[in-house]
Nanobody
Framework: QVQLVESGGGLVQPGGSLRLSCAAS????????MGWYRQAPGKERELVAD??????TNYADSFKGRFTISRRNVNTVSLQMNSLKPEDTAVYYC??????????WGKGALVTVSS
């Protein structure tokens, strides 16, 4: 099993930047891919980006160019968010996908983009 804890959420002005981090614990060497999803009020949860253990990244089209995912080590992944817009306001969730196919989710971090 894997436990995930997000950090770095908060309030930021439009056009600003924010960096989210996710720390995994437990069976961390069983993790294949880690990624970020978000869910805005009234909307379904959507993929932002994910990254595999060998460094391959995958971005949803709407986030390419502004957001960057990186994996510092086996149990830590971050999401650098630039040029933030009010519509980026959402709860951002960290996800870990194990080699077995099992998924684990963090509890989420709220990002609010407002002046």
């Amino acid at each position: 099993q894997v436990q995930l804890v997000e950090s770095g959420g908060g309030l930021v002005q439009p056009g600003g930047s924010l960096r989210l981090s996710c720390a995994a614990s437990g069976s961390i060497f069983s993790i294949n891919a880690m990624g970020w999803y978000r869910q805005a009020p009234g909307k379904e949860r959507e993929l932002v980006a994910d990254i595999t253990s060998d460094g391959n990244t995958n971005y949803a089209d709407s986030f390419k160019g502004r957001f960057t995912i990186s994996r510092r080590n086996v149990n830590t992944v971050s999401l650098q968010m630039n040029s933030l817009k009010p519509e980026d306001t959402a709860v951002y969730y960290c996800r870990a996908n194990l080699y077995s196919g099992m998924d684990y989710w963090g509890k989420g971090a709220l990002v609010t983009v407002s002046s």
